[in-house]
């Protein structure tokens, strides 16, 4: 049997399903409104020049990868938490946590469906269509966008993975699920490498790197330690 979600929340006591909208609705309502919203921009406050009219597609775009990028990392960052193995024994976060991980995954991919089809969009950017969507297509830094192109494969992947979890062989979505800090890692170096302001964004980079490198680096150290923790402590001294 296929192994479920730990963090996934109890049926009992949540808001019946048929009246949610789907993960699916969620985003496509998102990157719509996104992309609608820059339109009415252009039809109230009219560009005054073409110059003035490329920019307004091209910034919308980047402050899209920004947006997704910066979701990205806070949800990499909530499931290292969940999987903290002092989470499972002391914090018992996952009840409130868990729905916060759940939903940052629609609103990355809204964000990064605007980021994606406005670069697409914009004739200037000299990526296209087919560079956007296979990797090593595009014109404008091959190399670069191709690594967006696969990070957000990637995130497709572990996205849908997780929430398909009992059609696949148990364990298997963890595993995949666990390409997530591969994701993070390309859509980083996408950013830093195609940006065009690379260096003014480097506080974005420098805090999403430090705080997924900590979050990251605590939770396998205690993993591999197998150090106490404040429960396992407990049990231990009752047993004596
Ligand atoms: C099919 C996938 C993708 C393509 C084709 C793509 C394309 C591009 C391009 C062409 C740029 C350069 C914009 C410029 O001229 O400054 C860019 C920048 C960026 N992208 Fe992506 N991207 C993709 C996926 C992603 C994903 C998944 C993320 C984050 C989760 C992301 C985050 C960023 C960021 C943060 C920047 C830097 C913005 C800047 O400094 O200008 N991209 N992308």
Do not use: C
């Not at 989470?87 to 995954?105: D, G, I, M, V, Y």
């Not at 967006?148 to 990637?154: N, P, R, W």
């Amino acid at each position: 049997m296929a192994t479920a979600h730990p963090g996934a929340a109890p049926a009992a006591g949540r808001t019946s399903r048929s009246t949610r909208l789907s993960g699916g609705t969620m985003t496509a309502l998102a990157a719509t409104a996104a992309l609608l919203i820059v339109f009415t921009t252009d039809q109230v406050l009219p560009a005054t020049s073409d110059h003035q009219a490329q920019l307004r597609i091209w910034l919308g775009s980047r402050a899209a990868g920004f947006m997704a990028l910066l979701l990205l990392t806070f949800q990499v960052i909530v499931g290292l938490v969940l999987s903290h193995p002092t989470n499972k024994s002391t914090w018992r976060l996952s009840k409130r946590l868990f729905p916060w991980h759940e939903h940052a995954w629609v609103f990355t991919i809204a964000f990064g469906a605007v980021h994606v089809v406005s670069i697409a969009m914009d004739h200037f950017a000299k990526v296209g269509v087919i560079g956007v969507l296979v990797p090593g297509l595009s014109e404008f830094r091959t190399v670069p966008v191709a690594l967006g192109t696969l990070s957000m494969y990637a995130l497709l992947i572990t996205g849908l993975t997780a929430r398909m979890t009992r059609l696949l062989p148990a364990g298997w979505w963890l595993k995949l699920h666990r390409l997530s800090l591969v994701v993070l890692g390309l859509a980083w170096m996408h950013g830093m490498l195609s940006g065009t302001d690379t260096f003014d964004a480097m506080a974005i980079y420098g805090s999403t790197f430090v705080g997924v490198a900590i979050a990251a680096a605590y939770r396998y150290w205690v993993f591999r330690s197998g150090r106490p923790t404040f429960s396992s402590s407990l049990a231990e001294e009752a047993s004596r």
